[in-house]
């Protein structure tokens, strides 16, 4: 026997919008009236699905367990065919697996090289889909740390500035991930001056931490002209290491693909692990010759400190792919972000 749905009748105090006048005249069940009664009264949406979440966190976990598993293997294939090529005796630690990973490697040739790893999964929609980004700062910010706050938000196109206000860092990631947003940005300062920046990349991270100085915003930049807000063309200098590309595919993925006919560069330029920011647009000269450059800024400095693989609420549960050390003997030494 079917069930019938209780009706009721649109009370005439609710107001509705125009295109929807002629339900009141209409006999709606429940079900029907339940959007109709949370779209009148402006009800907040129903949080996230807490259990999809958390299985989608699991099938994440589970691919790069199955990544980490391949990539011990690939690099055991990898040292044992270098000491069959040059004739030398078996490592202990791969005599026991020696004979199974031959046969392997009589199976493989060239053009195989490498594996599937995570970047390919953060990253799967990146050119396909334009990135959302939403930008907010540490509580309590100062009017410069605002002002700074509405400057990047300009930098990068399709992104939105919300007040942090008494917020928690896991409210603003649930609130993200239940709107879309591809990545959180949050802004830090002392004593007045900006000095961190945090990218969170949705859903499940990576999370990278870059500490900022010598911040010079635009209105402090003389005969600055206005911004334009096209699609930026982007420049990457001297990031050659391997996490110098992983730290260039965070910063560049925030930025959706430009048109050819866009004017406006950014430039991100490595010197010794510092990133120098820069922001400029260009025009050709009357003789249509020479380029003249613009800057719009704001303009900073940014060295990365740490990463982990996953998002900013989980900063203590989850996996660290890079962290700074500077009380290492040779950190002065190394650069990390370039081979040279």
């Not at 005796?89 to 594996?115: F, N, V």
């Not at 509580?139 to 300009?154: G, T």
Request: with cysteine.
């Amino acid at each position: 026997m079917s069930r019938k749905h209780t009706v009721f009748k649109l009370p005439q105090n609710i107001s509705i919008s125009q295109e929807n006048e002629d339900i009141k005249s209409q006999n709606l069940s429940i079900i029907e009236l339940l959007p109709i009664i949370s779209q009148a009264f402006s009800l907040t949406p129903p949080p996230p699905p807490i259990r999809r979440q958390a299985r989608l966190r699991r099938e994440y976990l589970y691919r790069k367990a199955i990544e980490d598993r391949d990539k011990t293997i690939l690099e055991k294939k990898q040292r044992l065919k270098q000491v069959l090529d040059d004739n030398k005796e078996i490592p202990s630690d791969l005599r026991k697996d020696a004979i199974s990973i031959q046969k392997t490697l009589d199976w493989e040739g060239p053009g195989g090289e490498g594996i599937v790893n995570h970047v390919d999964d953060e990253y799967k929609w990146a050119g396909v889909e334009d990135p959302k980004i939403m930008i907010t700062t540490s509580r309590d910010p100062s009017s410069k740390l605002k002002q700074f706050a509405k400057e990047v938000r300009l930098i990068f196109p399709n992104s939105q500035r919300i007040n942090r206000g008494n917020y928690e860092v896991k409210q603003l990631v649930e609130a993200c991930r239940s709107n879309d947003v591809t990545d959180l940005i949050l802004l830090h300062e002392h004593r007045g001056v900006p000095d961190g920046l945090i990218v969170c990349h949705l859903p499940f991270g990576p999370t990278a931490y870059f500490t900022l100085s010598n911040v010079v915003m635009r209105h402090d930049i003389p005969d600055v002209g206005t911004m334009s807000e096209q699609f930026p063309h982007l420049i990457f200098h001297n990031f050659s290491s391997r996490l110098g590309n992983r730290v260039k595919s965070i910063l560049k993925y925030l930025f959706p693909v430009p048109k050819e006919e866009s004017k406006r560069v950014i430039t991100f330029a490595n010197d010794d692990d510092f990133i120098s920011f820069r922001h400029h647009v260009y025009k050709k000269t009357e003789n249509g010759k020479d380029i003249e450059l613009q800057e719009v800024g704001p303009r900073f400095e940014m060295k990365i400190y740490q990463i982990i693989l996953g998002t900013i609420e989980n900063v203590d549960t989850a996996d660290t792919e890079w962290v700074y050390r500077p009380y290492m003997n040779t950190t002065k030494k190394r650069k990390f972000l370039s081979d040279n």
